[in-house]
């Protein structure tokens, strides 16, 4: 393996952010606009419906973001979160990309895969003592990093890729299951009488144990279990505590929703112990609960009797929730498809182990 700095890698650019007062730049659809919740949880920028006219960062053609280009979030709590361009594209200030990539060093993919193990090094090197951690372009340009020969890197993009190949796949599979229940919970609550949710289900809150407890990607989890807190129904992180604790436990069959900070956010298929943030749903029929959780229905209350400023707090919404009269059949088709989903949300979690284990096998041993 030889070190090279990331301005030997490629060239280096950092996007702006222009006036919101310039609306007619934001009508165009010239090139996508990428922003860091765009670069987040998948290997390439996720679909987003923002666009913007070149003319906007005044027409400076060296602002624009090449196919394969690595883009990287350098300012913030979510600094160190990257992803590849899948097009041409412009990015706002808090990204910093590497683009026309000498591909004589570094594969583009390879890199993305380096870089994303690397989250926890940008943030420590980001909290230089400022307001905002922040990584700039000058201290982005003059790291350094080891990088194996194209060889190898081909070896490793080609086993990792196998492996995002198939949480992509049951990520589709995952949205479609999703869509297919909402659209038939939506039109249910549409044509049915409404009745308290209490009729259906009630709700366990989670036990918090104190961040002092929290044991952050520990090396050896023998005696540990999964500890939930609400960022995790959104993206599963790697936090442990310690087992002989008072905890509240879920399986993967269990429904999670979040009625504090992210009032609203719910998944399934994860193991572990919950946090006070969380409420384990206890139902009979757990396949309607959950859709109808997530229905517009529920989703809308919570966020009309979500309260707070800086954490949102949502429990009283709790009475309020509704459920629409269901037959047996319907609560048949509901669990069915349930299953389904929670069946493809363990395989992706498990493949997300795989993946962490094959990044820490290649870029951290």
């Known amino acids: 393996m030889r ?11 950092t996007g702006k952010t222009p006036s919101t007062k310039n609306k007619e730049f934001y009508d165009s659809n010239d090139f996508q606009f990428v922003c860091p919740p765009d670069i987040k949880n998948l290997r390439y920028v996720n679909k987003t419906n923002k666009y913007i006219s070149s003319e906007a960062f005044n027409v400076n053609k060296s602002l624009i973001c090449n196919e394969n280009a690595i883009m990287i979030d350098c300012i913030g709590a979510d600094m160190g ?10 990015t706002n200030q808090q990204i910093n ?41 000058s201290m982005f340009e003059s790291l350094e990093f080891p990088i194996h020969d194209i060889s190898k890197q081909q070896h490793i993009v080609n086993t990792i890729g196998s492996v995002d190949d198939l949480i992509e796949k ?13 659209r038939k919970i939506n039109l249910l609550n549409s044509i049915r009488d409404n009745v308290s ?14 961040s ?13 279990i999964p500890y939930l807190r609400v960022g995790d129904l959104d993206l599963l992180k790697d936090c442990y505590i310690e087992k002989g604790q008072s905890l509240k436990v879920c399986k993967a069959d269990d429904t999670l929703i979040a009625f504090d900070g992210a009032p609203g956010r719910m998944n399934v ?16 029929n757990k396949g309607f609960a959950f859709f109808e959780l997530l229905s517009n229905l529920n989703q809308s209350i919570i966020k009309d009797n979500s309260q707070g400023t800086t954490i949102l707090h949502a429990s ?5 929730l509704k459920a629409c009269e269901i037959t047996n059949d319907e609560v048949d088709y509901f669990e069915r498809i349930y299953r389904l989903l929670v069946d493809i949300k363990v395989r992706k979690v498990k493949c997300r182990d795989i993946k962490s284990i094959l990044l820490n096998k290649y870029f951290t041993n």
Do not use: H, W
């Not at 049951?170 to 909402?182: A, T």
């Open 170 to 182: 049951y990520g589709l599979m995952e949205d479609k299951i999703l869509s297919i229940g909402l």
């Open 316 to 320: 009283k919404a709790i009475p309020l």
């Open 3 to 13: 070190t090279y700095k990331v301005r030997e890698l490629g060239r280096v650019v």
């Open 81 to 90: 979160n990257c992803a590849i361009s899948t097009k041409p594209c412009l």
């Open 197 to 210: 949710f209490s009729k259906y289900g009630t709700f366990d809150k989670g036990f918090e144990v104190g």
């Open 269 to 284: 298929g994860l193991i572990g112990a919950y946090s006070s943030g969380i409420y384990k749903v206890i139902s009979q």
């Open 212 to 224: 002092s407890n929290y044991i952050e990607k520990p090396k050896n989890k023998d005696g540990l």
């Open 97 to 137: 990309s590497i683009i026309d990539i000498n591909t004589s060093i570094a594969i583009p993919l390879y890199l993305y895969y380096l870089f994303s193990t690397k989250k926890d090094y940008f943030q420590s090197i980001g909290n230089n003592g400022s307001t905002m951690p922040i990584i700039n372009k």
